[in-house]
C-alpha cells in the first residue's frame, strides 16, 4: 500500500505571535517554526500503518526551501521519501487541495493522511475539498483507523462521542490529537533520512494556478480582557449583571 501524508511547517504554538504593523500577516523573523502536530500524528499513523500491511510512506509539504527540514523529521521518523512543492508565501485552502490532487494523480496512493487542521490558519478545509475534487470517501477527526483489504474503517470524534465511518479505498484521512503518540526520531533514523529522496517541484511543474479563492484582508489582535472585579455580595453581582452587563 502506499500513503501519501502532509507536513506543514507551522509557527511554534509556543511562540508568541506578532502582527505586522500593516496588519497584513503575522512576524516570522525569528520565530521557530515546526511541523504541523497534527500531521505529525498522520506520519506515525501512516509508519504503523505500513509496519502492519507492508507498501510506502509518501511524505508532501508545500512552502519554502525551508520546509525541507520537517520532510527530513518524517523521513527520521520512517517515511520513505519526500516531496516538496515549492511556493512563498500562502496558499488558501483551495490552492492547496488542488496541488494535492495533482500529487495525488502523480503518485497514486491508496490512503492520504491529513491532520485535520493546521495550527497556524485553523481552516480544517483542504481535506474535504481535496475529497470532493477526487470524488473519494473521506473520515475527519480519526481516533482509529482499521484496514482490511480494500475496506477502511475509521472511528472518529464528533460532538458528544464517536462515530465510525466504513468505506472502500483509495480514501483520505484526517488526524485528531487522541489516534496516536507519534515517535521521536533516534539517531540511525535522522542518519538515514539524510540520503533518502527528496524531490522538488513547483507549482508550475504541477499546473496550478494560484489566484487565491479567499482574500485575508488584514489581522488585528483581539481585544486586551479588562481586569477582573471583586464583587462584595450577591445583590452587587445581581446588580451588575442586569444594568451592566445587560445579561439579564
Given at each position: 500500500?502506499k500513503f501519501?501524508?502532509?507536513?506543514k511547517?507551522?509557527?511554534?504554538?509556543?511562540?508568541?505571535?506578532?502582527?505586522?504593523p500593516?496588519?497584513?500577516d503575522?512576524?516570522?523573523?525569528?520565530?521557530?517554526?515546526?511541523?504541523?502536530?497534527?500531521?505529525?500524528?498522520?506520519?506515525?499513523?501512516?509508519?504503523?500503518?505500513?509496519?502492519?500491511?507492508g507498501?510506502?510512506?509518501v511524505v508532501?509539504?508545500?512552502?519554502?526551501?525551508d520546509?525541507?527540514k520537517?520532510?527530513?523529521?518524517?523521513?527520521?521518523m520512517?517515511?520513505?521519501?519526500?516531496?516538496l512543492?515549492?511556493?512563498?508565501?500562502?496558499?488558501?485552502?483551495?490552492?492547496?487541495a488542488?496541488?494535492l490532487?495533482?500529487?495525488?494523480?502523480?503518485?497514486?496512493p491508496?490512503?492520504?493522511i491529513?491532520?485535520?487542521?493546521?495550527?497556524?490558519?485553523d481552516?480544517?478545509?483542504a481535506?474535504?475539498?481535496?475529497?470532493?475534487?477526487?470524488g473519494?470517501?473521506?473520515?475527519?477527526?480519526?481516533?482509529?483507523?482499521?484496514i482490511?483489504?480494500?475496506?477502511?474503517?475509521?472511528i472518529?470524534e464528533?460532538?458528544?462521542?464517536?462515530?465510525t465511518?466504513?468505506?472502500?479505498?483509495?480514501a483520505?484521512?484526517?488526524t485528531?490529537?487522541?489516534l496516536?503518540?507519534p515517535?521521536?526520531?533516534?539517531?540511525?533514523?535522522?542518519?538515514?533520512?539524510?540520503?533518502?529522496?527528496?524531490?522538488?517541484?513547483?507549482l508550475?511543474?504541477?499546473?496550478?494556478?494560484?489566484?487565491?479563492h479567499v482574500?485575508?484582508?488584514?489581522?488585528?489582535?483581539?481585544?486586551?480582557?479588562?481586569?477582573?472585579?471583586?464583587?462584595?455580595?450577591?445583590?452587587?453581582?445581581?446588580?451588575?449583571l442586569q444594568?451592566?452587563?445587560?445579561?439579564?
Open positions: 500500500m501519501l501524508v502532509t507536513v511547517r507551522v509557527t511554534d504554538y509556543e511562540a508568541k505571535i506578532k502582527i505586522k500593516d496588519g497584513s503575522i512576524v516570522t523573523d525569528g520565530v521557530n517554526m515546526i511541523s504541523n502536530p497534527f500531521d505529525d500524528i498522520g506520519v506515525e499513523e501512516a509508519l504503523r500503518l505500513k509496519e502492519k500491511h507498501g510506502e510512506v508532501v509539504s508545500i512552502g519554502s526551501k520546509a525541507t520537517e520532510i527530513r523529521s518524517a523521513l527520521a520512517g517515511a520513505d521519501r519526500g516531496i512543492v515549492q511556493h512563498e508565501g500562502g496558499l488558501d485552502s483551495f490552492n492547496v488542488q496541488t490532487k495533482a500529487v495525488v494523480a502523480e503518485e497514486s491508496d490512503c492520504v491529513m491532520g485535520k487542521q493546521a495550527i497556524d490558519d481552516s480544517n478545509q481535506a474535504q475539498i481535496l475529497a470532493e475534487m477526487l473519494w470517501g473521506q473520515a475527519t477527526q480519526a481516533n482509529t483507523v482499521t482490511e483489504g480494500d475496506d477502511i474503517t475509521v472518529r464528533a460532538d458528544g462521542g464517536l462515530e465511518v466504513a468505506m472502500k479505498l483509495p483520505i484521512v484526517t485528531d490529537l487522541r496516536n503518540e515517535r521521536y526520531p533516534n539517531l540511525p533514523g535522522i542518519m538515514k533520512a539524510k540520503r533518502k529522496p527528496l524531490a522538488e517541484k513547483s508550475g511543474d504541477l499546473g496550478i494556478d494560484v489566484t487565491p482574500i485575508v484582508k488584514g489581522l488585528e489582535a483581539p481585544a486586551e480582557k479588562a481586569a477582573g472585579q471583586i464583587i462584595p455580595d450577591v445583590a452587587t453581582l445581581m446588580d451588575k444594568n451592566e452587563a445587560k445579561a439579564l
